[in-house]
């Protein structure tokens, strides 16, 4: 039988799935750790800059979006999901086509030094222990989010870093560790809408297994921790006299962090009637605030 030919409109799932609404995200988030490795000079060396572009598009396109289409794959939402409204039907060997395009990134990391290699092929290995049978972690309380902490949270931002300078030193280290505390404030976020789809599915999400009560306190104690991590960071550059915050640079870390802990609470103040998915990309404009003002507070 002859083989139907590839069209543009047979391709156009498999790019969907890639969900290319969340690269402005996750790309700022690679940009943010460029940036707070080698500030603006990046902008003025061709080779940094080089480097810097190639690993926001390995880490964005290949590694998140390569992600997002396997656990697609798996999990054959139909409803709405995170950054993809109303998704196509899941299109035939979406699982391989997404773990191919993660490991087409892995060869690309070749080109930006062991250190960024070795934490871009750990992320695609907790890809698969989340989204695919046996383990498929995502669907473990506590393991869910344990994986975006490390993954979304700190590594994303630990890649931009990585793709332009030697890894970090000392107490540099807790500003990663402030990423992945943030990410575990979000993650819940991400559930609150999806709760009926998840129980259809006997998934147990941290929010399931938490309920709404004790998940709003979960956020506010990861933006607790999150806070308490970049004031280590601050402390210890301050202790050292390497790059200390300027008087700017702490009052964007505290502007971010009150941003924070006033939107979280007025979502517990209205969680009956707030609006779940809408308040997700709130968060996402948000996070793109902190990277901002932690860039500034930060920035080699």
Excluded at 108 to 136: C, Q
Aim: aromatic share 14%; proline share 6%.
């Amino acid at each position: 039988m002859k083989e139907p030919a590839v069209t543009s409109l047979s391709v156009l799932p498999y790019l969907i799935h890639l969900r290319p609404r969340s690269w402005p995200t996750v790309g700022g988030h690679v940009l943010a750790g460029v940036l707070m490795a080698k500030g603006l000079a990046v902008f003025s060396d061709l080779g940094l800059l080089g480097k810097a572009l190639l690993g926001c598009a390995l880490w964005t396109v290949c590694l998140n979006g390569g992600t997002l289409a396997f656990n697609s794959a798996m999990d054959r939402d139909e409803g709405d999901i995170g950054f993809l409204n109303n998704p196509p039907p899941v299109p035939p060997r979406l699982g391989l086509f997404g773990f191919g395009v993660m490991l087409a990134g892995g060869l690309g990391s070749l080109a930006l030094g062991f250190p960024y290699l070795s934490i871009y092929l750990f992320s695609v290995f907790m890809s698969w222990l989340y989204s695919a049978p046996p383990a498929r972690l995502k669907a473990r309380g506590g393991w869910d989010v344990a994986i975006n902490m490390v993954g979304y949270g700190a590594l994303t931002a630990l890649a931009g870093w990585l793709a332009v300078a030697d890894p970090p030193r000392g107490a540099d280290w807790m500003i990663f560790a402030g990423f992945a505390f943030l990410f575990a404030a979000v993650y819940p976020m991400t559930q609150f809408y999806q709760k009926q789809e998840d129980l259809r599915k006997a998934a147990r999400t941290l929010v399931l297994v938490l309920g709404d009560t004790r998940s709003m306190l979960f956020i506010h104690l990861s933006l607790a921790c999150a806070t308490a991590s970049w004031l280590i960071a601050a402390l210890g550059r301050q202790i050292a006299l390497v790059n200390p915050l300027s008087p700017l640079g702490w009052s964007c870390l505290a502007f971010q962090a009150v941003l924070w802990f006033l939107f979280a609470a007025h979502w517990w103040i209205t969680f009956p009637r707030y609006p779940h998915q809408k308040g997700l990309y709130r968060a996402m404009a948000l996070w793109a605030v902190s990277n901002i003002a932690l860039v500034i507070s930060f920035s080699g």
